[in-house]
């Protein structure tokens, strides 16, 4: 298994600028979510899915869509990049367990708005 | 807002002597709590769970404790290597003991001196 897949993993935007962010996982989890992390700062969540269909919006979801139409794939869209959204890009998943309920993490995407 | 946080940003340890890492959180509705261990440049790793229902829990080498009275999470991590060396994170769900929907901390950096 490949795990958690982002791509890519740098991108610099200009300002106003769009981009999806990709994120796959062969492990057919049912959960996925984005986090960002900003220097010195632990992760905050952007958007979540417990599902094909299903999203949620997480504590910072203002200017990003998402979309959940595989259980696979699920894409963070930037429809107009700012400053503010200069950060890494962390995408995760997880299969819900009785005991153990391991989130993984992919390796990351580090943007750069200008 | 309600949040996770730790006492001690930066830990520094020599090799083989014992680490703990602390956490302080201050919702009392979390009943989940998880550790992960992040590496320069990747994702976080997940490393120890707990439950609320729950006041210890022991890994290969890691220990987690609960203690719900002072909302208090710590790490410990037996005969610390150098390849222990990363930035620690606790992270809190509220809720439905799932991952999918996890609120960091800050993070502490732990260096291993050789």
């Known amino acids: 298994n490949a795990g958690v897949t982002q791509t890519p993993k740098f991108q610099v935007l200009k300002t106003g600028q769009s981009m999806t962010l990709q994120c796959a996982q062969d492990?057919?989890?049912?959960?996925m979510s984005w986090y960002r992390q900003d220097p010195g700062m632990g992760l905050r969540l952007i958007h979540y899915?417990?599902?094909?269909?299903?999203?949620d919006q997480g504590e910072v979801p203002n200017g990003y869509n998402v979309s959940r139409s595989t259980t696979e794939d699920f894409p963070l869209r930037l429809l107009s990049a700012a400053p503010s959204q200069t950060s890494v890009y962390f995408c995760?998943?997880?299969?819900?367990?009785?005991?153990?309920?391991?989130?993984?993490f992919g390796p990351g995407t580090r943007l750069t708005v200008l | 807002g309600e949040s996770v946080g730790l006492h001690l940003p930066t830990l520094s340890v020599q090799e083989g002597d014992n680490s703990i890492i602390n956490c302080a959180y201050s919702?009392?509705?979390?009943?989940?709590f998880i550790w992960y261990k992040q590496e320069s440049g990747k994702g976080p790793q997940f490393i120890i769970d707990?439950?609320?229902?729950?006041d210890k829990r022991q890994g290969q080498r890691v220990t987690v404790l609960l203690n719900k009275t002072v909302k208090h999470l710590s790490l410990q991590i037996a005969a610390t290597q150098p390849g222990d060396s990363a930035v620690y994170f606790c992270?809190?769900?509220?809720?439905?003991?799932?991952?999918?929907?996890?609120?960091f901390g800050k993070g502490t950096l732990l260096t291993v001196n050789p």
């Open positions: 992270a809190e769900n509220i809720g439905g003991g799932s991952n999918y929907k996890l609120t």
């Open positions: 492990m057919n989890h049912e959960y």
């Open positions: 919702n009392s509705a979390s009943d989940y």
């Open positions: 707990i439950r609320s229902n729950m």
């Open positions: 899915s417990v599902g094909a269909g299903i999203t």
């Open positions: 995760a998943s997880s299969k819900p367990g009785l005991l153990t309920d391991t989130q993984y």
